[in-house]
């Protein structure tokens, strides 16, 4: 049997930590499930301050609980995360709201970028390099997606 742990280029590391879209994606599907929430639309990535720390972006406030829970799951799905969050090499989660319809106009720019279906399409949940969820949210300049 073959498992496929995450696409090629999906591992973020800020600290050491080696976090993995599958990892992310695990994490919130259980937070979901423990708070009784809708699966909802998501991007996170790293962010560089001091210390660094991961930014979840979406289209809702995201409540306090919901933050500090995702923090724990993380820290419980990758071991060296939850290490550097231990040692604050690492800040805890933050979140950030965009527009209603910011995440459907990424998908769409991202998809037509790269001369896919939306069949073949799938979303990347975890940017990698710190500001890279900006640009593909078109968060930069002045530039903004039409929704």
Same mark, same amino acid.
């Given at each position: 049997m073959l498992e496929f742990l995450y696409r090629s280029g999906r591992v973020a590391s800020l600290a050491g930590e080696k976090l993995t879209e599958n990892q992310v994606v695990e994490a919130v599907g259980r937070v979901c499930s423990r708070l009784g929430l /809708? +699966?909802?639309d998501f991007v996170m990535a790293p962010v560089w301050d001091d210390p660094p720390y991961y930014r979840l972006t979406c289209e809702f406030? +995201?409540?306090a609980n919901l933050l500090y829970e995702l923090d724990r799951e993380l820290a419980a799905v990758n071991e060296e995360y939850g290490s550097r969050r231990k040692s604050l090499r690492l800040g805890g989660l /933050? %979140? /950030?709201?965009v527009p209603k319809g910011t995440i459907a106009a990424m998908d769409r720019h991202l998809a037509q970028q790269r001369g896919s279906t939306a069949e073949q399409y799938k979303r990347p949940c975890l940017f990698t390099d710190p500001g890279s969820d900006d640009a593909a949210l078109c968060l930069t300049g002045? %530039? /903004?997606y039409a929704t």
């Open positions: /809708r +699966p909802f406030e +995201p409540q /933050r %979140g /950030r709201v002045s %530039g /903004r």
